[in-house]
């Protein structure tokens, strides 16, 4: 935009919005203008009902038939498949399972394992911290195994890969400022170097048009219940690029990952293809929500949502910037749209103060110590008047100093 | 029972029967006696309002707030305790999380690795596979582990236990044959070898009383979706005896389990208690699914429990025995009360047809290859009268020849 926009404007702006008729979808409550849908996202309808026709006819009524005839045993793959068109993944290459820390786990193992000779794995420091812990869990049952962080062992992650690099583990947007990764180009740098490539999708599926083929990914995991809407602790995913699933191996191999799990053999032969990457019995309750959340998905062109996302936070960044210029903010998102995830963060000395007076105000983000402000924009369901009202509301709360009050202030745990 | 019973006898013991006010608590189709309750339990009415509760109250309208005022992140621990009671875990050593699968790994690892210098792990031959293939992961991941069966090579898992041995992965209950196996005293010969006993309730917990903590039981795993009654997958459970929790390592060491899991540090640092032996984020919605059938459970008494499972299965023998004799079937699970679980299994040559034919009457058991049909008892919400009809319909479907009708025929592909 290259104007300072007005009420008119932005009104215009969300008429002329394709997405917009996707916002009933969605159970919001009154007075919330929810920036946290990069944490949990909102239930949509469909998921009442969803979770309804589950419990009291599939469970309650047809009992352990529901297996087969209600598609449970198969839904990880049919889900896998939904999220796989939301992240340029042609079919049979993703599998709802577990969760994105144990997805790490498969991932990490499965390409150090086709990596042989080789005892390096990359990660960057800044990473969100599972991604960090459950590479350690890796190195501790890999003896000899070292990693090497961006940040810590060197500034940029592309000093770090040489030839003794196995795998990168890296996020494709960062958790925290929302910079953008070119995926296409790093994969490009790590081939050329030997090694594997596994990313977190965990803030950009959904967010954003992601190319896992295309870019060559070779490995990829991420969360359901941020952009995607699963709901709270839904299923994560985990996606193996065809021309590794017949040498990839699945060091939790469970009965699920089996190619003949019914056949009750007395050793592990894994499936040739990606249920290979699933082990145990999943939580199907909790399934059956994403489900719904991913079958409002279906009818999403991810083009467009990516045009609004980038609105969006390029509105938000510049009326902050307008609007609530003098009270201390510091952009720590990237500025270049190109570079920039579906979310903005602003560096604040009281940022958990004020970030509590917003919430009080119904404008919900998050804190993320030491001094970050977090704000999530999701294109389903939030238009360009929210982005306005919550400026507004920002104003208000830092000329009024509402910030300040007393109950807003950093309590001992902060969780 | 020393005569054999009529029907004004069988109604007695209903009328007798102190658990029989819980029945009303279980949703079950009309016309259908429920014998696959060790497979999937049924739905009580009672998680049909908490699964709306936390849907459409908690996620959808107190959206992210819900982890910290719905208790959302601590469920797992207060599940956890719960399960512990039934199962005979003081508080603080059983934590809800992942899958049956994965807790196996964990324990198997975190076993193994209390035992430095044991390179053997021992299961049974005859274990629910996904115990076995598990095992071949922890092994595939610690050079030089090798695993001895039961069954395979030596008959008696006792004779397979040396100074090799580091840890012993057993099933409580057997889950084809119902045996029960002495867990205080298989824990003490296997203690006595210097091993480590990692037991499976995953056909116990909820059908009979277990001793963990009088046992010295050093790790246990379990699902939740059999006898708990929890919901189609709902996530497991794992105990970690308390001597053992400061030095056990978790490798799928997640932030979950990190001692300070929102101070965002970047090693992980693992909690020091049964925290560690969790990972990721959990599945709420089963998680609640399996927060009111455990509220439920909270009622019930143990010993009278398995009174009443006991005689429920020795019913069942007798009369199967005595009103099928000459239809060739044989009894496959113990005759003695003390070593039988809460199931029955009868091997016979057509058992696919036959179940086939008795899930067409409405007597839902289940079949296992190549010759087991399988009927579990649950106390809960069956009766004596529930135990005489089935035995009824049984005679009636081998009298008639029904199961010979070519619809109840063995298909290709059996799941």
Redesign the interface.
Known sequence: MSHFPDLAAIDALDRADPLRRMRDRF?M?EG?I?L?GN??G??SHA??HE??QA??H???????R???TAG??EMPLELGDRIGRLVGAGPSQTVVA?????NI?KAL?AAMGLRAGRNVIVAE?GS???D???A??VA????GTELR?EG?DAEAIEDLIDERVGVVLVNHVDYKSGRLRDMAALTQKIHAAGALAVWDLCHSAGALPVDLDGAKADFAVG?T?KYLNG??????FIYVATRHQAAA????????G?ARP???????AGHVGIRRFQ?????????R?LKAALVTWDEVDMAALRAKSVALTGLFIELVETRCAGFGLALESPRDDAERGSQVSFAHENAYEVMQALIARGV?G?F??PSTMRFGFAPLYLGYRDVWNAVEIMQDVFSAGAWQDPRFAVKAA??
């Open positions: 159970a409550p919330v929810y946290d944490s949990l909102p239930a998921v009442f979770l309804e419990a009291r599939e469970w309650g009524h047809d009992l352990i529901s297996w087969n449970w045993f577990d969760t994105t820390s144990v786990f193992h420091g969100f911290p599972t960090l812990y459950m350690e869990g501790s049952t890999r003896p962080l810590v969360c219940y709901g709270p602790g839904a299923p994560a191996q699945n060091p939790l191999s469970g009965w699920w089996h019914f056949a009750f053999e007395q050793h592990y082990c145990g019995t999943q939580p199907i309750l909790s399934m929500a919900i998050d993320r110590a902060v969780t």
